[in-house]
């Protein structure tokens, strides 16, 4: 099938930006849209000229470094699905498709497609582990986790921290991604002890990152590669308040 | 951890204050309207229902500051997260699908913003300087006579039931809305909620409107007579 | 001349390494902090070893390509972490778990440090459940096992399908936490260019500064690679795009020595080749062989669909071959029973590259539920890439190039023929022998990071005097200069090819030479051919851009040139291994039946490659091999 793309080049964070519109010829059906644009990069270089800068790395759905909205929707919008692991049999001959990076102040555009989430990595070190360090740690079955709960934990660490949430929420929201984790840590035996400094801790670092805050819009769930639902938020606001109320009596 | 900080400084605090100021407001919204629908119990019942209140002039007003209030620190908090939300996002997206989210959830500020101009012209419509100030035959402030002479008008009746429209707009976001940020939604019980929130906007509306409505219809005039 | 020194403890096997423990040299707490330690990749080993070192109050600089540590290419591995815990009471101990990783190596690893890694693999488990690793429980609330190709016993740890995403993530947060502490640095979006000597010890890096080009020099104590293996030499394999052999090159260009090159592994459940225009292959974890019956169509060229062949007329080639083992028998068996019917004419699937991996059995037996719970994950994710729903027909698979057991040479400090210079995670060479069994990459990456380097890193620091330079040494000025230089070299080809199309080149030719199975005449064709390909890249590659921004041509380009180097020393020691062992099979040396004839007498060592120079042919040394615990026997798993 042949397309023809928008895609947003910016060389670097202070330059503005534009969209600039290339032909894609002869894309199977069976290409990620990753590899479309692979194709279509190397038509550019063949060329001399300079490719879309994207970010990518497992190209299986699981490392979380591609950040594409397509035609509006981060990862392009079939469930559950990463921009990697989107196929083009998902789009059909003469479409037009138009290519953006996440926008949001935390996720400064690095270059064309590439935006820097160092903002989760901060929001992590604010509090996002155990402080377990290693040795001295007991038997790994000494203290027993509910399937239920190691089920519910393990939905909550699924995130592969990639941002759609971020990119989708209509406020750049990263309120699914501090919830994920918030409750992945607290709802563990193992995370119990530091659960109210972590949460308190988290929310401040999200908060100075610029993020905005949650409207309960639900885009952030229609988008995350591992379904990570809106459930996490309501846990967030629950453990939030449930910390602030105990440092406070 | 100071407690005004964790609350009024931070995003999610923001958010409970929205959460319970909200749910305050929303009780008032069921109340007057419970009040409201006496109308259709002829005058007798609804202007004594006004005299009621006014017999108890402490409690109105800490009723009315207490509203005020609510008003305010919804409206607060609203301005800091949308100031912080607009800020989150300085460059737009130029394709924007909203297929994950409602319209309702996506013109909170909007539709809160028309419904707080409505209810200022509201208060100045039937409180604060009411056109008609008329008595009943008791001495009491014939709020039937007001009611039906103010919606007579189809363009007054047309802009209340837009407002309404838009408040229970607002309300069917906001009502669950509520429950999430106040960590009650998850589960089985989000589903609740959400019917919770649906079923509420739509019976505040209906309620609200009927009144209009039947006052168009001709409910009233021979009271006017 | 280098010398090759293991450093294995005396005494007996078991107590060897509690002993060497004890004669490791200790750095007084106080004095840790006096010590700078680079650790050069952010994967299990890379991030374990970096937050590890930090706890114990080691400075730590820790650099990464990817944008975040969380990224590294462990966090792809899916099915599961081995450990000798025998909490399922099956007859599993810690000797059992050394002895079936030496007979799944094919009898070419070292008993020590493979007897090491199963002791500690009881720790790791310990430590990530510490912190908040939410590997699958039953209901009891204790943790469950899985079973895995080329073990009896149930002794693998997972959390669903992303259990290399989980024990990451617990690496990540406790490296995290070392960051906020301020006891590391790190550096995302760098990338090593070299390796800077001072006095014959390693001493620090050049990196570049991947989004703005900067090239930077960082001195240290000592260095630390953790930068994962080589696969993408064949271009497609199920590494991540980005993976690649520079680090491990680029030090061994300064003295590393490189062993045994040509144990790559090729995993047997890969979702097939699709076109051409595919950039990687995608792994469908080990785990699906519990339940999934793999066969072809018994006669050739059969184009009915997989539901129409009676039972009859299908061969369970697996089962057929090796009863006792059966779907379960390891990787390099598997990988190339598939590719013997295939070449039979059998293969399923476009160009007849592929074998079913069939579940109606187990469906029936378990129900959907049961089977969706256990891999609903993989199941998604096959019909994402390939549109076919693998509840209601077999899933098509094909072996890929998925892991290589080579790496840097490493005594059993780990540390490489450069004093200073220690390797761990799949970087090195030193645990899996000739194949790796499945679930034991995440323990070896984990074991070396969190339980081995901070002993022995330790013992370096106190048994040698060598101060730390400054940056502003001549030695890192001279390799700033060169890496100046190479730069500039490649931006200024200005060829018309794209470095992604002489990627492609190379592997397919390492593959077809170089792959599931290799011969004399191959390998010497491959040897002849990949300096005309390297001469050809240097003449005719365009790499547009400039070396002073974000330039995505440029760092492709740069870790192909090395793979171009590379690739020919993976050749040379497949060339130079007359024998047929774990994944490096010689069809020369094979049995009557098709499997795999090792050659003991001559070649139970390990080779090591000393690079000698561009234009000389490198060097190979020979540690032996001595089995003191293990009688070599010709492996089975009929």
Same mark, same amino acid.
């Given at each position: 099938?042949? $397309?023809?793309?928008?895609?947003?080049?910016?060389?670097?964070?202070?330059?503005?930006?534009?969209?600039?519109?290339?032909?894609?010829?002869?894309?199977?059906?069976?290409?990620?849209?990753?590899?479309?644009?692979?194709?279509?990069?190397?038509?550019?270089?063949?060329?001399?000229?300079?490719?879309?800068?994207?970010?990518?790395?497992?190209?299986?759905?699981?490392?979380?470094?591609?950040?594409?909205?397509?035609?509006?929707?981060?990862?392009?919008?079939?469930?559950?699905?990463?921009?990697?692991? $989107?196929?083009?049999?998902?789009?059909?001959?003469?479409?037009?498709?138009?290519?953006?990076?996440?926008?949001?102040?935390?996720?400064?555009?690095?270059?064309?497609?590439?935006?820097?989430?160092?903002?989760?990595?901060?929001?992590?070190?604010?509090?996002?582990?155990?402080?377990?360090?290693?040795?001295?740690?007991?038997?790994?079955?000494?203290?027993?986790?509910?399937?239920?709960?190691?089920?519910?934990?393990?939905?909550?660490?699924?995130?592969?921290?990639?941002?759609?949430?971020?990119?989708?929420?209509?406020?750049?929201?990263?309120?699914?991604?501090?919830?994920?984790?918030?409750?992945?840590?607290?709802?563990?035996?193992?995370?119990?002890?530091?659960?109210?400094?972590?949460? $308190?801790?988290?929310?401040?670092?999200?908060?100075?990152?610029?993020?905005?805050?949650?409207?309960?819009?639900?885009?952030?769930?229609?988008?995350?590669?591992?379904?990570?639902? $809106?459930?996490?938020?309501?846990?967030?606001?629950?453990?939030?308040?449930?910390?602030?109320?105990?440092?406070?009596? | 951890?100071?407690?005004?900080?964790?609350?009024?400084?931070?995003?999610?605090?923001?958010?409970?204050?929205?959460?319970?100021?909200?749910?305050?407001?929303?009780?008032?919204?069921?109340?007057?309207?419970?009040?409201?629908?006496?109308?259709?119990?002829?005058?007798?019942?609804?202007?004594?229902?006004?005299?009621?209140?006014?017999?108890?002039?402490?409690?109105?007003?800490?009723?009315?500051?207490?509203?005020?209030?609510?008003?305010?620190?919804?409206?607060?908090?609203?301005?800091?997260?949308?100031?912080?939300?607009?800020?989150?996002?300085?460059?737009?997206?130029?394709?924007?699908?909203?297929?994950?989210?409602?319209?309702?959830?996506?013109?909170?500020?909007?539709?809160?913003?028309?419904?707080?101009?409505?209810?200022?012209?509201?208060?100045?419509?039937?409180?604060?300087?009411?056109?008609?100030?008329?008595?009943?035959?008791?001495?009491?402030?014939?709020?039937?006579?007001?009611?039906?002479?103010?919606?007579?008008?189809?363009?007054?009746?047309?802009?209340?039931?837009?407002?309404?429209?838009?408040?229970?707009?607002?309300?069917?976001?906001?009502?669950?809305?509520?429950?999430?940020?106040?960590?009650?939604?998850?589960?089985?019980?989000?589903?609740?909620?959400?019917?919770?929130?649906?079923?509420?906007?739509?019976?505040?509306?209906?309620?609200?409107?009927?009144?209009?409505?039947?006052?168009?219809?001709?409910?009233?005039?021979?009271?006017?007579? | 001349?280098?010398?090759?020194?293991?450093?294995?403890?005396?005494?007996?096997?078991?107590?060897?390494?509690?002993?060497?423990?004890?004669?490791?040299?200790?750095?007084?707490?106080?004095?840790?902090?006096?010590?700078?330690?680079?650790?050069?990749?952010?994967?299990?080993?890379?991030?374990?070893?970096?937050?590890?070192?930090?706890?114990?109050?080691?400075?730590?600089?820790?650099?990464? #390509?990817?944008?975040?540590?969380?990224?590294?290419?462990?966090?792809?591995?899916?099915?599961?972490?081995?450990?000798?815990?025998?909490?399922?009471?099956?007859?599993?101990?810690?000797?059992?778990?050394? #002895?079936?990783?030496?007979?799944?190596?094919?009898?070419?690893?070292?008993?020590?440090?493979?007897?090491?890694?199963?002791?500690?693999?009881?720790?790791?488990?310990?430590?990530?459940?510490?912190?908040?690793?939410?590997?699958?429980?039953?209901?009891?609330?204790?943790?469950?096992?899985?079973?895995?190709?080329?073990?009896?016993?149930?002794?693998?740890?997972?959390?669903?399908?992303?259990?290399?995403?989980?024990?990451?993530?617990?690496?990540?947060?406790?490296?995290?936490?070392?960051?906020?502490?301020?006891?590391?640095?790190?550096?995302?979006?760098?990338?090593?260019?070299?390796?800077?000597?001072?006095?014959? /010890?390693?001493?620090?890096?050049?990196?570049? *500064?991947?989004?703005?080009?900067?090239?930077?020099? /960082?001195?240290?104590?000592?260095?630390?690679?953790?930068?994962?293996?080589?696969?993408?030499?064949? #271009?497609?394999?199920?590494?991540?795009?980005?993976?690649?052999?520079?680090?491990?090159?680029?030090?061994?260009?300064?003295?590393?020595?490189?062993? *045994?090159?040509?144990?790559?592994?090729?995993?047997?459940?890969?979702?097939?080749?699709?076109?051409?225009?595919?950039?990687?292959?995608?792994?469908?974890?080990?785990?699906?062989?519990?339940?999934?019956?793999?066969?072809?169509?018994?006669?050739?060229?059969?184009?009915?669909?997989?539901?129409?062949?009676?039972?009859?007329?299908?061969?369970?080639?697996?089962?057929?071959?090796?009863?006792?083992?059966?779907?379960?028998?390891?990787?390099?068996?598997?990988?190339?029973?598939?590719?013997?019917?295939?070449?039979?004419?059998?293969?399923?699937?476009?160009?007849?590259?592929?074998?079913?991996?069939?579940?109606?059995?187990?469906?029936?037996?378990?129900?959907?539920?049961?089977?969706?719970?256990?891999?609903?994950?993989?199941?998604?994710?096959?019909?994402?890439?390939?549109?076919?729903?693998?509840?209601?027909?077999?899933?098509?698979?094909?072996?890929?190039?998925?892991?290589?057991?080579?790496?840097?040479?490493?005594?059993?400090?780990?540390?490489?023929?450069?004093?200073?210079?220690?390797?761990?995670?799949?970087?090195?060479?030193?645990? /899996?022998?000739?194949?790796?069994?499945?679930?034991?990459?995440?323990?070896?990456?984990?074991?070396?990071?969190?339980?081995?380097?901070?002993?022995?890193?330790?013992?370096?620091?106190?048994?040698?005097?060598?101060?730390?330079?400054?940056?502003?040494?001549?030695?890192?000025?001279?390799?700033?200069?060169?890496?100046?230089?190479?730069?500039?070299?490649?931006?200024?080809?200005?060829?018309?090819?794209?470095?992604?199309?002489?990627?492609?080149?190379?592997?397919?030719?390492?593959?077809?030479?170089?792959?599931?199975?290799?011969?004399?005449?191959?390998?010497?064709?491959?040897?002849?051919?990949?300096?005309?390909?390297?001469?050809?890249?240097?003449?005719?590659?365009?790499?547009?851009?400039?070396?002073?921004?974000?330039?995505?041509?440029?760092?492709?380009?740069?870790?192909?040139?090395?793979?171009?180097?590379?690739?020919?020393?993976?050749?040379?020691?497949?060339?130079?291994?007359?024998?047929?062992?774990?994944?490096?099979?010689?069809?020369?040396?094979?049995?009557?039946?098709?499997?795999?004839?090792? *050659?003991?007498?001559?070649?139970?060592?390990?080779?090591?490659?000393?690079?000698?120079?561009?234009?000389?042919?490198?060097?190979?040394?020979?540690?032996?091999?001595?089995?003191?615990?293990?009688?070599?026997?010709?492996?089975?798993?009929?």
């Amino acid at each position: 099938m042949n $397309l023809t793309l928008k895609v947003w080049r910016q060389r670097d964070a202070q330059d503005e930006g534009h969209f600039v519109t290339y032909p894609a010829h002869d894309i199977s059906e069976d290409m990620s849209f990753l590899e479309m644009l692979d194709v279509v990069n190397e038509g550019l270089i063949t060329k001399g000229e300079e490719p879309i800068a994207f970010d990518s790395d497992c190209r299986e759905g699981i490392c979380g470094t591609c950040s594409l909205v397509i035609n509006g929707r981060a990862h392009g919008g079939q469930r559950a699905t990463t921009a990697c692991q $989107l196929h083009m049999r998902h789009f059909s001959d003469g479409q037009t498709i138009t290519i953006e990076p996440w926008r949001a102040r935390p996720f400064p555009v690095v270059r064309d497609l590439i935006v820097d989430r160092g903002a989760f990595d901060r929001v992590i070190q604010s509090g996002g582990y155990i402080s377990a360090s290693t040795g001295g740690t007991p038997d790994a079955n000494t203290l027993p986790v509910g399937k239920p709960t190691a089920d519910m934990a393990m939905d909550a660490a699924q995130c592969i921290g990639c941002g759609a949430c971020v990119a989708a929420c209509k406020n750049a929201s990263a309120m699914l991604f501090v919830a994920a984790k918030v409750s992945h840590l607290g709802m563990l035996p193992q995370g119990a002890v530091e659960k109210d400094a972590r949460v $308190l801790s988290m929310v401040r670092a999200m908060d100075e990152e610029g993020f905005g805050n949650c409207t309960v819009t639900g885009a952030c769930e229609a988008v995350c590669p591992k379904e990570i639902g $809106l459930d996490f938020i309501s846990r967030l606001n629950r453990d939030y308040l449930s910390a602030v109320a105990k440092s406070t009596c | 951890m100071n407690i005004y900080k964790a609350i009024f400084l931070s995003s999610l605090g923001k958010k409970y204050i929205m959460g319970v100021t909200g749910l305050a407001l929303f009780g008032f919204v069921i109340g007057h309207m419970l009040g409201n629908l006496q109308i259709f119990l002829g005058p007798e019942k609804i202007n004594a229902y006004g005299a009621l209140l006014k017999s108890m002039p402490k409690l109105l007003w800490m009723a009315r500051l207490g509203l005020l209030a609510c008003v305010g620190l919804h409206l607060w908090a609203a301005i800091q997260l949308v100031r912080q939300n607009r800020k989150a996002r300085p460059s737009a997206y130029k394709v924007v699908d909203h297929s994950g989210s409602s319209f309702a959830s996506r013109t909170m500020i909007w539709s809160g913003l028309i419904v707080l101009a409505f209810i200022i012209f509201h208060l100045f419509d039937f409180t604060i300087t009411p056109e008609y100030t008329g008595k009943d035959s008791e001495g009491r402030h014939d709020i039937f006579r007001m009611v039906v002479l103010g919606f007579s008008n189809p363009l007054s009746a047309g802009w209340y039931i837009f407002a309404n429209a838009l408040l229970c707009f607002h309300l069917s976001h906001g009502v669950k809305s509520l429950f999430q940020s106040l960590g009650l939604s998850s589960g089985k019980w989000r589903g609740w909620f959400n019917t919770l929130a649906i079923s509420v906007a739509w019976l505040v509306f209906v309620g609200n409107a009927s009144i209009p409505v039947a006052v168009l219809l001709g409910f009233g005039k021979e009271a006017l007579k | 001349m280098m010398k090759l020194d293991s450093n294995i403890p005396s005494g007996p096997l078991a107590s060897k390494w509690e002993r060497h423990k004890f004669d490791l040299k200790l750095v007084n707490p106080a004095n840790k902090r006096k010590f700078e330690i680079i650790v050069v990749g952010s994967g299990l080993a890379g991030a374990s070893a970096a937050a590890t070192l930090a706890e114990l109050g080691y400075k730590v600089s820790c650099f990464c #390509y990817q944008d975040s540590p969380r990224r590294a290419h462990s966090i792809a591995a899916q099915g599961g972490i081995n450990a000798a815990k025998n909490y399922q009471n099956d007859g599993d101990s810690v000797h059992r778990l050394f #002895y079936d990783t030496i007979k799944g190596g094919d009898f070419r690893a070292r008993e020590a440090n493979v007897h090491r890694l199963a002791e500690v693999s009881r720790n790791i488990i310990d430590q990530c459940v510490a912190q908040g690793v939410p590997f699958a429980r039953e209901y009891s609330g204790y943790l469950a096992n899985r079973s895995f190709g080329g073990a009896q016993v149930s002794r693998t740890f997972y959390a669903r399908g992303q259990t290399g995403q989980q024990l990451l993530l617990g690496a990540y947060q406790a490296l995290s936490r070392q960051i906020s502490l301020g006891n590391v640095r790190m550096f995302p979006r760098t990338e090593l260019q070299d390796l800077v000597l001072v006095d014959g /010890h390693a001493k620090g890096v050049v990196m570049r *500064n991947l989004v703005n080009g900067e090239i930077s020099s /960082h001195a240290g104590d000592a260095v630390i690679l953790a930068t994962g293996g080589y696969s993408p030499v064949f #271009y497609l394999s199920t590494n991540a795009v980005g993976c690649n052999v520079t680090a491990a090159w680029r030090a061994h260009k300064r003295g590393a020595a490189f062993a *045994n090159p040509c144990y790559t592994q090729i995993h047997p459940t890969c979702i097939p080749v699709s076109g051409d225009h595919q950039s990687k292959l995608t792994l469908m974890s080990e785990s699906l062989r519990n339940d999934g019956r793999v066969w072809v169509p018994g006669k050739k060229d059969d184009s009915r669909r997989p539901g129409e062949v009676p039972e009859s007329e299908r061969d369970y080639f697996l089962e057929r071959k090796y009863p006792s083992f059966g779907n379960l028998a390891p990787r390099d068996i598997a990988s190339r029973a598939a590719k013997e019917v295939c070449d039979d004419g059998r293969g399923v699937g476009p160009g007849g590259l592929g074998v079913f991996l069939d579940f109606a059995d187990s469906i029936n037996r378990l129900g959907e539920g049961a089977v969706r719970e256990r891999y609903g994950n993989l199941f998604d994710m096959y019909q994402r890439i390939t549109g076919e729903n693998a509840y209601t027909q077999p899933m098509r698979i094909f072996p890929a190039p998925h892991y290589t057991m080579g790496g840097l040479w490493v005594d059993y400090n780990l540390m490489s023929s450069i004093p200073g210079l220690f390797v761990l995670g799949e970087a090195n060479f030193s645990d /899996h022998g000739a194949n790796r069994l499945g679930a034991s990459a995440l323990m070896q990456g984990l074991a070396d990071g969190y339980f081995v380097i901070p002993y022995t890193i330790g013992h370096y620091f106190a048994s040698h005097s060598q101060k730390r330079p400054s940056v502003s040494h001549d030695a890192f000025k001279g390799v700033e200069a060169e890496v100046h230089a190479k730069i500039e070299k490649l931006l200024s080809v200005k060829g018309k090819r794209t470095t992604r199309s002489m990627h492609w080149e190379l592997g397919r030719l390492v593959w077809e030479k170089c792959g599931m199975a290799r011969h004399k005449e191959g390998l010497e064709e491959a040897i002849q051919r990949i300096p005309e390909l390297r001469e050809a890249f240097w003449n005719e590659v365009s790499v547009p851009g400039g070396a002073n921004e974000l330039n995505v041509s440029l760092e492709q380009a740069s870790r192909v040139a090395d793979f171009m180097e590379f690739g020919e020393l993976l050749c040379r020691d497949a060339l130079k291994r007359e024998e047929s062992c774990g994944g490096h099979f010689r069809t020369e040396h094979q049995t009557e039946d098709g499997e795999a004839l090792r *050659n003991d007498r001559d070649f139970s060592h390990v080779s090591a490659w000393e690079y000698q120079g561009k234009d000389s042919p490198p060097k190979m040394h020979k540690e032996s091999l001595h089995y003191e615990e293990v009688k070599m026997t010709q492996r089975s798993y009929k």
